[in-house]
């Protein structure tokens, strides 16, 4: 007998993040006051078929270790970057939190963004000030070029950060020369990434690749939603192998309208100056 059973919905938390539509602004997912538009009416249409979930990921990744399923499961991995996903949103507000506070200043800083997405994130600290680069795996860059000219945040306008591109970096082939010359003449001073850890086999290659954009001054912001016991560990490991520490922000410390209790948690990441 096959039981039926209806699990968690993704993503959770209410928000709204919609097409273009000035009229209704008060409607929207707000940061700093600004809307942040990412055609959510036009990829209703592209369905994500139950398999594709993190969630159901982590249940079926005795699958991933059959080579036959490489291009299924790639399908499936990169498809997740036609949603917008709840850690982006408790990120998202999380930093704004900060900047109102006075605790972060992201003015004129640089930013990446690993696994962007639809960039909300991104997005988020290209309002708050921030030069922002959104990265994504090269399947994911279409969709993601298309929300940078919907929120017209790209370099040409200079009153607030900006995207200051789109670029195509997977963590499975990820070479450093990717930003060689950025990271000699000034690194990225934070890096972002939210709802990234869901998979067993891109957890290593993930955390290798944060690390190598990261130096000594480097703050990694990292949400991540916890749905499974398999990539908590591999998560753990991965961070001490490539010498960086962390810190869980207390959840007091999260936006309180914005927050889903102890399911996602933001990880405060640094280069740890013993290793
Ligand atoms: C669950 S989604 C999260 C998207 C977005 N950060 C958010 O929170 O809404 C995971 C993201 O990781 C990206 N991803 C998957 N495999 C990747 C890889 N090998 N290299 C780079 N990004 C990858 C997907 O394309 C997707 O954007």
Redesign the pocket.
């Known amino acids: 007998m096959v039981l039926l059973i209806t699990g968690p919905r993704w993503p959770a938390l209410k928000w709204n993040l919609s097409d273009f539509n000035e009229d209704s602004k008060d409607e929207f997912f707000l940061i700093n006051g600004h809307p942040i538009f990412t055609h959510e009416k036009e990829l209703e249409h592209t369905s994500l078929s139950l398999d594709s979930s993190?969630e159901a990921h982590q249940d079926n990744n005795s699958q991933n270790q059959n080579p036959l399923n490489k291009d299924f499961d790639r399908e499936h991995?990169?498809n997740?970057?036609k949603?917008?996903?709840d850690?982006?949103i408790v990120l998202s507000k999380y930093i704004e939190t900060l900047v109102a506070l006075s605790k972060l200043d992201l003015n004129s800083k640089r930013v990446l963004e690993l696994?962007?997405?639809?960039g909300?994130v991104g997005i988020a600290c290209a309002i708050l000030g921030a030069t922002v680069t959104l990265s994504?795996?090269p399947e994911?860059i279409p969709t993601l070029s298309e929300v940078v000219r919907l929120n017209k945040l790209n370099a040409s306008i200079p009153s607030r950060g900006c995207i200051e591109r789109v670029v195509a970096?997977?963590?499975?082939s990820c070479s450093q020369e990717i930003f060689a010359e950025d990271l000699a003449h000034s690194p990225f001073d934070f890096i972002v990434?939210?709802?990234?850890i869901?998979v067993d086999w891109?957890v290593e290659?993930l955390i290798k690749t944060l690390a190598g954009f990261m130096n000594q001054t480097t703050i990694a912001y990292l949400a991540y939603q916890q749905r499974g016991a398999r990539c908590h560990p591999l998560f753990l490991k991965s961070m001490q192998e490539n010498g960086l520490k962390y810190n869980i922000i207390p959840f007091q410390d999260l936006h309180p309208q914005y927050q889903l209790g102890d399911t996602i948690a933001v990880y405060r990441l640094e280069k740890d100056s013993i290793v």
């Not at 696994?115 to 639809?118: N, S, T």
């Not at 970096?169 to 499975?172: E, F, G, H, M, V």
Request: charged share 15%; proline share 7%.
């Open positions: 993190p991995t990169t997740t970057s949603v917008v996903w850690s982006s696994g962007a997405g639809k909300v994504d795996a994911a970096l997977d963590w499975i990434a939210s709802d990234v869901w891109l290659p």
